[in-house]
Antibody
């Protein structure tokens, strides 16, 4: 069974850094793309970017280019989403999902990130 | 980027009735259109892909149709577990984009 398990909720202050994770199991992880999706409070879903676990090829949605960094560790079957300096507007639920032809076929449970002074 | 527009924003329907949700693309996405269901406190779940193919685990009362710029999700006889937010997403062009969602609520 395909499973994506995300790291736990985070509470951070503006300006702090953060790295959240998404660990996959139940499939040959390096052969798939993993995507990240944001859902801000009261808003809809936003596509952030994707990474191919096999070679860490990464693509960002223009809205998120330069705002976040997506990385992966093939050896631990884990993808990461990272901020170097958080803003209050980064407060959101973040989901990872395994892609199939840019379709989000299997989702993680989500990681709630709260940024507040 | 392609803008996806869903209507209505909120749809109130009684259990047992039919629900029709719409999704429009700002330019043709061929049949590269997916629908997701999200219930409160849960992650979204893939419902439909390729405009009309049901994902594993969803019953036949869920149906998708359309192509190019106009798409429809139909739920033929609403059950209590169907009340949720539904999102469409195009994956024909980069970046993939979502509609703003339709909240399906109990009337």
């Amino acid at each position: 069974e395909v499973q994506l398990v995300q790291s736990g909720a985070e509470v951070k202050k503006p300006g702090e850094s953060l790295k959240i994770s998404c660990r996959g199991s139940g499939y040959s992880f390096p052969n798939y793309w993993i995507g990240w999706v944001r859902r801000m409070p009261g808003k809809g879903l936003e596509w952030m970017g994707i990474i191919y676990l096999g070679d860490s090829d990464t693509r960002y949605s223009p809205s998120f280019q330069g705002q976040v960094s997506i990385s992966a560790d093939k050896s631990t079957h884990t993808a990461y989403l990272q901020w170097s300096s958080l803003k209050a507007s980064d407060t959101a639920m973040y989901y990872c999902a395994r892609l199939r032809d840019n379709i989000l076929a299997h989702w993680g449970q989500g990681t709630l990130v709260t940024v507040s002074s | 980027e392609i803008v996806m527009t869903q209507s209505p924003a909120t749809l109130s329907v009684s259990p047992g009735e039919r629900a029709t949700l719409s999704c429009r693309a700002s330019q043709s996405v061929r049949s590269s259109l997916a629908w997701y269901q999200q219930k409160p406190g849960q992650a979204p779940r893939l419902l439909i892909f390729a405009a009309s193919t049901r994902a594993t685990g969803f019953p036949a009362r869920f149906g998708g149709s359309g192509s190019r710029t106009e798409f429809t999700l139909t739920i033929s006889s609403l059950q209590s577990e169907d009340f949720a937010v539904y999102y469409c997403q195009q994956y024909n062009d980069w970046p993939p984009t979502f509609g703003q969602g339709t909240k399906l609520e109990i009337k």
